[in-house]
């Protein structure tokens, strides 16, 4: 007696219909497709790769894809090179598994009525715009502009995996594991600590003893694991020692007397220079955020410039500020800097110069600088510090 769900065959002689034999198939071929979706449910089971065409208007699949679709149905494709999408539009690629039909005429088929029709599996790929439709196996979102060009959006692909509690305990073992995955067994760590303790209850000093070089091993670990440790560049952090940055990392302690670092290397970090240099002085970050203000004159004289500022709110608040923080600096050396974002008599634009001096009550600054000497009006010209 047949195993799965179908009709019980009859005897010899029995007489069997069209409908008893579609019966007996379908029943047979949806048992199947149950079984291998209840493991393992639709999705891709591998390859779908999706990337940028070398023409217009084109994607192209660069591994064989494998998936299943929420019926069970398999789907193959090949390597596929210019897959079409449509122009001027975000769309979804899908794939969907389709019959290719063929008509077959036996030569036994006398008198001939009609072909039978032989079904294989083959597969189309759309470019779906709108909501997915059932059969549809997602692969990427893809966008095109009004010239073609294509651009990649969300990786769609779901993955097929094992459903339910299948994995029973205890299942998965060291032995099956890959060599960069494996973690090691607990039973065996616990062991070779104790053994490195080495405990004697005839010697209680030797079992304090191999407590102190367990401790020792473990805070070499740490330090060497925390020195390695990745900062990143202007963060701050707390340590419990004050460390040499020659010796451990690139920092400096915050609570220490005034230090002096520059973009030559000295004092160990000249990637601090350029990163603080980037952080621009801000007048109400939390509302009108300007970080550019504005000029309204301009003399050079000597390869001193000196630049008046607009009689605006946030470039009297920024001068008054420079002139607060350069009294706690205490001199204009190794201090603040001014960058022209656009040029300033025979200065170029961009170019970054030092302060020499400031005056609150004109709302001017003077800048070191290589220029021949000239003056003028300014419109639209704006520094930042």
Not at 44 to 50: Q, Y
Not at 95 to 116: A, C, G, W
Not at 194 to 212: C, E, Q, R, Y
């Amino acid at each position: 007696m047949d195993k799965l769900s179908g009709i019980e065959f009859p005897s010899v002689g029995k007489r069997v219909f069209p409908d008893d034999w579609k019966k007996e198939q379908e029943s047979k071929s949806q048992e199947i497709i149950n079984r291998d979706l209840d493991a393992f449910g639709p999705g891709i089971d591998s390859g779908g790769s999706i990337v940028v065409g070398s023409l217009t208007n084109r994607v192209d699949l660069t591994n064989t894809l494998i998936a299943y679709d929420e019926y069970g149905k398999r789907i193959e494709v090949p390597p596929t090179t210019g897959i079409l999408v449509p122009s001027n539009v975000t769309s979804t690629l899908v794939v969907r598994h389709k019959f290719q039909e063929t008509e077959y005429n036996n030569p036994l088929n006398m008198p001939n009525d009609s072909p039978i029709i032989w079904k294989d599996n083959s597969f189309e790929i759309i470019a779906r715009q709108g909501a997915l439709v059932a059969g549809d196996v997602a692969l990427r979102v893809v966008s095109t502009n009004v010239s073609g060009v294509v651009t990649l959006g969300n990786d769609l692909r779901i993955y097929r995996g094992i459903k339910g509690i299948r994995i029973k305990d205890n299942e998965i073992t060291e032995e099956k594991q890959a060599n960069s995955v494996k973690t090691g067994i607990l039973t065996d760590l616990h062991t070779d600590i104790v053994t490195a303790i080495n405990p004697d209850t005839n010697n209680p000093l030797k079992f304090v003893k191999a407590i102190n070089q367990v401790y020792i091993f473990f805070k070499n670990f740490i330090d060497v694991t925390f020195k390695q440790e990745r900062k990143f560049l202007g963060e701050m952090f707390w340590m419990d020692d004050l460390r040499s940055p020659s010796s451990d990392f690139p920092a400096f302690c915050l609570a220490s007397p005034d230090q002096l670092i520059n973009s030559s290397g000295s004092g160990g970090m000249p990637d601090l220079v350029s990163y603080w240099l980037n952080q621009a002085l801000r007048y109400d970050p939390l509302g009108s955020n300007v970080t550019d203000f504005d000029a309204i004159s301009y003399t050079i004289s000597s390869n001193v410039l000196t630049v008046t500022f607009a009689n605006t709110t946030a470039c009297q608040k920024m001068i008054d500020a420079l002139v607060e923080d350069n009294l706690v600096h205490g001199s204009f050396t190794n201090w603040m800097t001014g960058t022209l974002l656009q040029t300033i008599g025979g200065i170029s634009a961009n170019s970054t110069l030092a302060i020499t001096s400031i005056s609150s009550a004109s709302r001017t600054i003077s800048f070191t600088c290589t220029a021949t000497n000239s003056s003028g009006s300014l419109s639209g010209v704006k520094i930042r510090f």
